[in-house]
């Protein structure tokens, strides 16, 4: 049930809420049979690259939406600004929590600051942040992912499927988050067979740079990568991937996707012979779950983290040639149940 403290007059909420979000980024709400009722629940704030990267944007969006049929109540999936400040984060926030959505999600480690803020102006409102574990407060979740784990994975599907003996990686942002993904998967790829070369190669020093949001700069980044024999590459660059997943596609090379399903995305269909396999983690279920267990009346704070154990770290098998190699299926799985047992400790950086 939800608690009678969240409800509110819809109409005036929603108009409200337009007027308050108007500076500090565009906003879309949906709602149900409950919007008579006043009920808001799950509202979420997009990282660089919005709704459409075809990567944890989209995850996320997949979460508020399995939440919104599921509880019937309205929700709102807020986008970014450019050159926006964590002022304008955290007021984005605020205006969220302001009208009565609950629990309230920044999606993206560069919300940290803004959460924060917000949920000491708002103790009543519980808050989540993707890919932060930094916020020590009572009504915050942190909602972190053992990326490092599927990344080795993806190490080892690499390894196994080049033929020059040498990969890629192309990083969105040179930043700790990005810097599990190619520990990880560096340490998969020398594991499995130690003759195969990594390339690596980061976008941008900062999230502003359009490390995560330019997919020029990813097929750019790729093309380089291929003249250098690559023959698999592995994009942890939000948006930005998608020009690598492109590059990889024209040079008849295999590239990884991250952190959703690349081979099922509309967006890349035309490419999706090329996408090996993903390494996801389930960015849908952790903000799903958040939202049922505020649902609940139990609402789910600290850190929160999904690795190999808990399924919420994977790669994914929908390409037919990935799926239907049993060589390659074999060492994957050996290298998952070494991870999940400790037999193998991934790197994070």
């Known amino acids: 049930m939800r608690r009678i403290s969240r409800i509110t007059v819809a109409g005036a909420a929603t108009a409200s809420l337009a007027l308050a979000l108007s500076a500090c980024g565009s906003t879309s709400t949906s709602s149900s049979s409950s919007e008579s009722k006043g009920d808001k629940g799950l509202a979420i704030a ?16 997949a979460g508020l939406e399995q939440a919104k049929k599921e509880f019937s109540y309205e929700t ?7 050159g926006e400040t964590d002022a304008d984060k955290e007021q984005r926030l605020v205006s969220l929590a302001k009208q009565g959505y609950n629990p309230v999600v920044g999606v993206g480690y560069a ?4 959460v924060k803020g917000a949920a000491e102006k708002y103790p009543d409102t519980t808050f989540g942040i993707v890919d932060d574990a930094t916020i020590e407060a009572k009504n915050v ?27 890629g990686f192309v990083g969105g942002v040179d930043i700790p988050l990005i810097h599990k993904f190619q520990a990880g998967y560096e340490q998969g790829v020398k594991d499995t067979d130690p003759k195969v070369k990594v390339i690596p190669q980061y ?6 740079e359009g490390g995560f949001s330019s997919p020029d700069k990813g097929k750019s980044a ?8 690559a023959d698999v590459i ?10 690598v997943i492109e590059a990889a596609a024209a040079n008849k090379v295999w590239a990884i996707g991250v952190d959703s399903d690349q081979y099922k995305q509309e967006a890349l269909a035309a490419y999706k012979d090329s996408i090996l396999t993903s390494a996801m983690k389930d960015v849908a279920k952790a903000v799903y779950n958040l939202a049922k267990s505020v649902e609940d009346g139990k609402p789910t704070t600290g850190i929160v983290k999904g690795d190999l154990k808990t399924g919420e770290v994977s790669l994914s098998n929908s390409n037919p040639k990935f799926a239907d190699d049993a060589e390659l299926q074999e060492a994957i799985e050996t290298a998952k149940e070494k991870i999940v047992s400790g037999e193998i400790k991934v790197k994070s950086s």
Request: without cysteine.
């Open 234 to 243: 592995y994009a942890a660059a939000g948006l930005s991937g998608q020009g």
């Open 76 to 82: 709102a999936d807020v986008e970014p600004t450019d």
């Open 203 to 208: 976008l941008t020093q900062t999230a502003e």
């Open 141 to 167: 979740a942190d909602l972190v992912f053992s990326e490092e784990q599927a990344s080795y994975l993806a190490g080892v599907a690499a390894a196994k499927s080049t033929k020059t003996k040498t990969v």
């Open 46 to 61: 997009y990282d660089v690259g919005g709704k459409g990267d075809q990567s944890f944007n989209d995850a996320a969006y």
């Open 111 to 114: 919300y940290a600051a803004a």
């Open 222 to 229: 790729a093309e380089g990568q291929i003249e250098k024999k």
